[in-house]
């Protein structure tokens, strides 16, 4: 395995919840596998006063008690942590970022990093700080010019805005002093091996494209379902979000857009970010008249985990007790392009559904004839002599895996249609674990691949799409649907689904 080049990694906002819990764990396996050398420096930046030893010992409690002692490696981790720093900064004050540029030099020169080493800024930081950041990295010169040979790479976290509008003022504000190629915009979910799969298996099989259109495919779910609610101080964040802007906008708007696109011509970041592109572009509502008729939003009430009462969504800390934020989006939409014309497709995520599950699937047109349908019913057989629709199910997580299924004769006598499942399971057929999503971000970052990152052109076609929604629920004062925790989400979204005779999948 080879290291990438020297790259120093400065995270602003050291002492946030991702931080510890994505960045430094990432950035701490990509050390043992040996792809961050030993000469880049990981230098957390944050407002209060910290010694770089306590920074490391606050980070090693964390991370081991994340990953327990037993998968600890403590020898490996007393490397990565030679080349662990922490530098005090106020992110607003642009005066202090001449300080940051040379402790920043120092720090490098300690570490042997060469001259032409590229820096990697991490923003992970509330989106009020993003501008202040980029202007102090400006100002103190620690952005190169265009000809420079040095590279600046920033990476932004959602949200990246809250609307259109304010998602055009982000974009904006960078570009004053940042060209579109040294942005990289995290959606975790394109980091997921298994996300990255889709591409893979429409493009790397010849069986399966041929049949992905509106001549074959009936219609399409993607759900992002989820089981916790609002653990932590999840709260006071996701009240001003909700399900749409928290879920919906980005990583099931990125699923569709991957499932969905056409071949790019090369495998290749532009080329893949256009092909994205004009998925979102071919966007529109699934039917016509109110939105009502084509996006649900929903709230959880109280219910029944695991045999335990939990809260409803207004009872949870930090909620306002009359809050209308949704929970739960359903949506159905469909792409007029050449390829999807006439086929729906079913979006839908939530909080505090049954069970954490990620899936895309492909539910294809039933036979031309039901040659089968006139066999006799037989007791409990009953349900089993129509043949069903084949369905192709890509799970994204957890129990990551492909399915196909199909119909088979049930042995016996009689035609009596059984449908089976074919099953690519990963754990089965992969021994090595699967890469954490940021592990391969942060490395592409580091590559200077923007692949798996989103562009401003689509993130602005995303939010044109949901902006209109999100007014509209926004400026009403009536209430959500509710629907229990632990249930698949409200009846109005079983109705959304059941006018084309199809329903959600709820697996067990
Ligand atoms: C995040 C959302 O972007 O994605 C969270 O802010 C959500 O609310 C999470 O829980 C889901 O990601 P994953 O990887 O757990 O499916």
């Known amino acids: ?121 991490y923003l992970a930081t509330t989106p009020d700080l993003i501008a202040p950041a980029v202007e102090g990295l400006d100002v103190s010169g620690m952005i190169p010019p265009r000809e420079s040979k040095s590279i600046l790479r920033v990476v932004v976290e959602k949200p990246f805005g809250r609307d259109l509008k304010s998602a055009q003022e982000l974009t904006l504000t960078l570009s004053r002093h940042l060209q579109e190629s040294q942005i990289y915009r995290i959606d975790h979910y394109l980091g997921k091996e298994t996300v990255q799969n889709i591409l893979l298996f429409r493009f790397g099989n010849a069986i399966f494209e041929p049949l992905l259109n509106r001549n074959h495919v009936d219609h399409i779910q993607i759900t992002v379902a989820e089981e916790l609610g609002m653990e932590g ?29 056409d071949p790019p011509s090369l495998f290749q970041a532009r080329e893949i970010r256009d092909e994205k592109m004009k998925v979102l572009q071919a966007l529109r509502p699934g039917v016509s008249g109110p939105i009502e008729n084509w996006a649900i939003r929903a709230q959880y009430t109280a219910g029944l985990v695991d045999g335990q009462p939990t809260l409803g969504y207004r009872e949870e ?99 009596q249609v059984q449908p089976v499942s074919m099953d690519f399971e990963y754990g089965a057929h992969f021994t090595a674990q699967l890469p954490e999503a940021y592990e391969r971000l942060l490395l592409d970052v580091m590559r200077g691949d923007s692949t798996l990152f989103t562009r401003s052109d689509e993130l602005e076609a995303a939010w044109r799409f949901v902006t209109p929604v999100l007014e509209s629920w926004e400026s009403s004062s009536a209430a959500p649907d509710f629907y229990p ?20 999948r709820a697996p067990k």
């Open 1 to 121: 395995m080879v290291a990438t080049n020297d790259t120093t990694v400065l995270i602003f906002g050291a002492s946030g919840d991702l931080t510890s819990r994505k960045l430094i764990p990432a950035l701490f396996r990509l050390s043992q596998q040996q792809y961050l050398s030993v000469r880049s420096p990981v230098i957390g930046v944050a407002r209060r006063p910290k010694s770089h030893d306590e920074f490391r010992t606050e980070m090693r409690e964390k991370v081991q008690a994340r990953l327990g002692l037993d998968k600890f490696d403590a020898a490996a981790w007393d490397v990565f942590a030679n080349q662990l720093f922490y530098q005090q900064l106020d992110l607003t004050d642009a005066s202090e970022y001449a300080m940051l540029k040379t402790s920043v030099q120092a720090i490098e020169s300690q570490v042997g990093a060469g001259n032409d080493a590229s820096r990697i800024v």
């Open 233 to 261: 101080a999840r709260g006071g964040y996701y009240d001003t979000s909700g399900a749409m802007r928290d879920v919906l906008q980005n990583h099931v708007l990125q699923l569709l857009c991957l499932i969905a696109m």
């Open 317 to 415: 800390d930090r909620v306002n007790p009359n809050s209308n934020r949704e929970t739960y989006v359903a949506m159905r939409v469909a792409l007029d392009n050449w390829r999807w014309a006439g086929v729906p497709f079913f979006l839908r995520t939530g909080k505090r559904l049954p069970k954490q599950m990620t899936e895309i699937a492909i539910q294809f047109k039933n036979p031309p004839l039901n040659l089968f349908s006139t066999v006799e019913c037989d007791g409990d057989l009953c349900d089993l002599v129509e043949t069903r629709p084949n369905t192709l199910i890509l799970r994204i997580q957890p129990q990551e895996a492909i399915s196909l299924r199909f119909s088979t004769k049930r042995p016996g006598m009689n035609y």
């Open 485 to 504: 925790a632990a249930t698949w989400g409200p009846r109005s979204a079983d109705q959304l689904i059941s006018e084309t005779k199809a329903c959600w």
